[in-house]
C-alpha cells in the first residue's frame, strides 16, 4: 500500500513562524463579533427555554386593559400565541451596555457580539415556539378532522 504522505519536506510546506501577539492581531474584529453573536443567541435561547421551567416566567404580557400585548422589543405576536414575560429581552442589553463601555478592541468585539446575540435570543426564542405551535395545531386538526 502507498504512502499518502506528501514528498515535499517540511520547510518546504510549514507556514512562516508567527508569534502570539501578531496571530491575535491578524484576527479579524468581525469574526470575534460573530462567534460572540453566535454564543449569545445560544445561551439566550437556551436560558428563555429553561425559564419556562420557571414559575411566573411564562405569565402572559398583558396591556393595561388586560389584552395581550402584540410586541416586545424584538417580537411581534404571532397568531392566537401570546407573549410571555420570559421573551422580554433582560439581559442582553445590559451585555451590550457592559461592551459599549469597554476599551476598544478584539474583547470589546467579542463581548459586543455576544451582547447583540444574548439580545436577539428571546425574540428568536418566541417566533420559533409560537411557528412550531401554528404546526403543531395544524398537524392535529389533520388527525381531528377540522379544518
Known amino acids: 500500500m502507498k504512502s499518502r504522505r506528501p514528498t515535499s519536506s517540511p520547510s518546504q510546506t510549514s507556514a512562516p513562524e508567527q508569534s502570539p501577539q501578531e496571530v491575535v492581531e491578524a484576527l479579524d474584529p468581525s469574526l470575534l463579533h460573530i ?3 453566535h454564543l449569545g443567541m445560544g445561551a439566550g435561547v437556551l436560558v428563555t427555554q429553561l425559564l419556562a421551567l420557571v414559575p411566573g416566567w411564562n405569565d402572559d404580557l398583558l396591556n393595561e386593559d388586560g ?4 410586541q416586545v422589543e424584538g417580537a411581534s405576536r404571532v397568531g392566537d400565541y401570546n407573549l410571555e414575560k420570559r421573551h422580554k429581552q433582560v ?13 476598544p478592541g478584539l474583547w470589546q468585539d467579542f463581548v459586543a457580539g455576544v451582547g447583540d446575540g444574548a439580545t436577539a435570543a428571546p425574540g428568536a426564542t418566541y417566533q420559533l415556539e409560537a ?6 395545531e395544524e398537524i392535529a386538526n389533520l388527525f381531528d378532522g377540522d379544518d
Open 67 to 70: 389584552s395581550p400585548v402584540e
Open 131 to 136: 411557528i412550531v405551535a401554528q404546526h403543531l
Open 35 to 37: 462567534v460572540g453573536e
Open 91 to 103: 439581559v442582553g442589553p445590559e451585555i451590550e451596555e457592559y461592551g459599549d463601555e469597554m476599551k
